[in-house]
């Protein structure tokens, strides 16, 4: 059974980076045929795509946050993760890590989210 | 950019029928995808390509999508199926959700 878990600092400073973390056990990033994604929720808000990547490292993120996203894998460690640079308190939400199935166009594997707030 | 139009709230009492609709460009020419979120946790996929079920979730879920619409049907709706569902599809590469709909239990 796969299983996604996020982590990192649950509270970032404007203008400063959140950054965030996913690891994946119960299955190999590196296997290929999934897109491991970030999604994020605002505060009694729907869902938002930020971006995702494959193994290889290719990426494709959300056009309305692009200039600010990175996002990176790390295949050894079975991680990847999100970098969100020059945050406000826009950036406030739920930030969850996915499994993307390519073929089937899915999310088929979810982390149980992390709560990032940006304050100072 | 492709935009998913959900109402925001349907409201149906325990045993009856449904219906969540999700508007889009020719949506019907696209795979939708059904995800269903209880307060506090993950989402969960509940329809996939239009009108497939994930092995674990009861038949009572279904879905159809023609034209510019596509629909999650719950029937046989239960106290525990309160919820927000949204829609998904991928759109040139891009991810693309509604923006939900809170689904009330009477």
């Known amino acids: 059974q796969v299983q996604l878990q996020e982590s990192g600092p649950g509270l970032v400073k404007p203008s400063q980076t959140l950054s965030l973390t996913c690891t994946v056990s119960?299955?190999?990033?590196?296997?290929?045929?999934?897109?491991w994604s970030w999604i994020r929720q605002h505060p009694g808000k729907g869902l938002e795509w930020i971006g995702y990547?494959?193994?290889?490292?290719?990426?494709y993120y959300n056009p309305s946050l692009k200039s600010r996203v990175t996002i990176s894998v790390d295949t050894s460690k079975n991680q990847f993760s999100l970098k969100l640079s020059s945050v406000t308190a826009a950036d406030t939400a739920v930030y969850y890590c996915?499994?993307?199935?390519?073929?089937?166009?899915?999310?088929?594997?979810w982390g149980q989210g992390t709560l990032v707030t940006v304050s100072s | 950019s492709y935009v998913l139009t959900q109402p925001p709230s349907v409201s149906v009492a325990p045993g009856q029928t449904a219906r969540i609709t999700c508007g889009g460009n020719?949506?019907?020419?696209?795979?939708v995808h059904w995800y269903q979120q209880k307060p506090g946790q993950a989402p969960v996929l509940v329809v996939y390509?239009?009108?497939d079920r994930p092995s674990g979730i009861p038949e009572r879920f279904s879905g159809s999508n023609s034209g510019n619409t596509a629909t999650l049907t719950i029937s046989r709706v239960e106290a525990g199926d309160e919820a927000d569902y949204y829609c998904?599809?991928?759109?040139?590469?891009?991810?693309?959700f509604g923006g939900g709909t809170k689904l009330t239990v009477l």
């Open positions: 990547i494959y193994y290889s490292g290719s990426t």
């Open positions: 390509d239009d009108s």
């Open positions: 119960g299955g190999s990033i590196s296997s290929g045929g999934y897109y």
């Open positions: 996915a499994r993307a199935h390519i073929a089937v166009e899915i999310f088929d594997y």
């Open positions: 998904q599809v991928w759109d040139s590469s891009r991810v693309v």
């Open positions: 020719n949506i019907g020419s696209k795979s």
